[in-house]
């Protein structure tokens, strides 16, 4: 089978799983020897046509979505795209809006925002806005989870797709999240390396979405390997920098013993950071997120040990093409999980940040 037709096989067989493939399943549906179908998806995992999960299963990359875009941009009738955020403080979100206006721009659509305040019935509302305003298509990076349902569903009896980005929300047409279980995973191991396999260790959570809670499972899972770790507190927060700064003032407060932090975000982890006052006794902290602000706290050396990065525009960027291809007729690519990356001080050189 010639190189082209065993990519087009596996890419065929790949785009008609709901769930992503393994290579094992790969390769007796292909009949090729596994080093041969591992080949062809290393390298079209390389170009972005396939994406692996931290279950070692693929699913189709964000780049299938860019050409099926770029495709159907010609006969593209989406004039008005909305997007909702749960706030505009964030640096993440605001790089997510950026990008999804310059997207929106390129397709020739007006575009509109609205922010949320981390209140999941005031971003309900906002879906409501949006409709009024006579949007085709909404990005969605939701506060939760669950509670929009009753809003998206009248968003589908209008006929508008409605893409989540960053987390999974109920409802939505399609979605467009990071590897975050492989994200936690990734910090998990890290954290342990660094404590030599043995400490008491302590999460600042977040909000009650997907991209929290899977980051926070995957953080769970590979430390559960460690039999000298222990998650001894779970600190609640909001994913903002002034919930880390709380979170490490309480743990202060109450004398826990910590070893290690993990930050569900690097605002949380920067506000971890301001909370013990970035002196000797601070704990070794790790998030996700990448951010050009933690990046710097990396490379100087201290207790921020390590981000595994995700890219909020890479994100946008995505959930946007995807909302316009679904919206031209496309039926693929409902689901896309984007990899990340661990970046510690050895990695910094060959990162870019984001900023918004």
């Not at 809006?97 to 310059?102: D, K, R, V, W």
């Not at 998206?152 to 929300?169: K, P, Y």
């Not at 700064?245 to 407060?253: D, G, I, M, V």
Request: aromatic share 4%.
């Amino acid at each position: 089978m010639p190189s082209v037709d065993r990519a087009v096989a596996v890419l065929d067989l790949v785009s008609g799983s709901r769930d992503g493939m393994s290579l094992a399943a790969l390769t007796r549906a292909v009949g090729l020897p596994k080093s041969t179908v591992y080949a062809v998806c290393q390298t079209l995992t390389a170009t972005r046509l396939l994406s692996r999960g931290a279950d070692g299963s693929y699913r189709l990359g964000p780049a299938v979505i860019e050409l099926s875009a770029a495709r159907r941009q010609r006969g593209a009738s989406v004039h008005r795209l909305g997007m909702c955020v749960p706030n505009m403080e964030n640096t993440f979100f605001q790089a997510e809006i950026a990008t999804a206006g310059a997207e929106a721009l390129v397709a020739g659509a007006l575009f509109e925002t609205r922010s949320a305040e981390q209140d999941v019935d005031r971003q309900a509302a906002d879906v409501a806005a949006l409709l009024a305003w006579g949007a085709e298509v909404l990005v969605v990076d939701p506060v939760a989870s669950h509670g929009l349902e009753e809003a998206l569903d009248r968003a589908h009896a209008r006929g508008v797709v409605v893409v989540s980005v960053n987390g999974a929300t109920f409802g939505a047409d399609a979605s467009v999240v990071t590897d975050n279980a492989q994200a936690g995973a990734l910090v998990a191991r890290h954290l342990a390396d660094r404590l030599g396999g043995r400490g008491d260790v302590v999460i600042v959570g977040g909000t009650p979405v997907t991209a929290i809670t899977d980051r926070i499972e995957g953080f769970r899972r590979a430390l559960a390997d460690e039999p000298g770790m222990r998650i001894v507190d779970i600190e609640p927060g909001d994913n903002s920098r002034a919930a880390g700064r709380e979170a490490a003032h309480r743990l202060r407060e109450r004398s826990v013993r910590v070893d290690g932090i993990f930050a569900i975000n690097d605002l949380t982890a920067l506000g971890v950071l301001d909370g013990y006052d970035h002196d000797a006794a601070t704990p070794l902290v790790v998030s996700v997120d990448g951010s050009a602000a933690a990046v710097r706290q990396i490379e100087a050396g201290g207790p921020l040990s390590a981000s595994a990065a995700q890219d909020p525009r890479l994100l946008a960027r995505t959930a946007v093409r995807l909302g316009l291809a679904l919206a031209s007729g496309a039926t693929s690519g409902r689901t896309l999980t984007l990899p990340t990356r661990l970046i510690t001080r050895d990695d910094v050189p060959t990162y870019e940040p984001w900023e918004s």
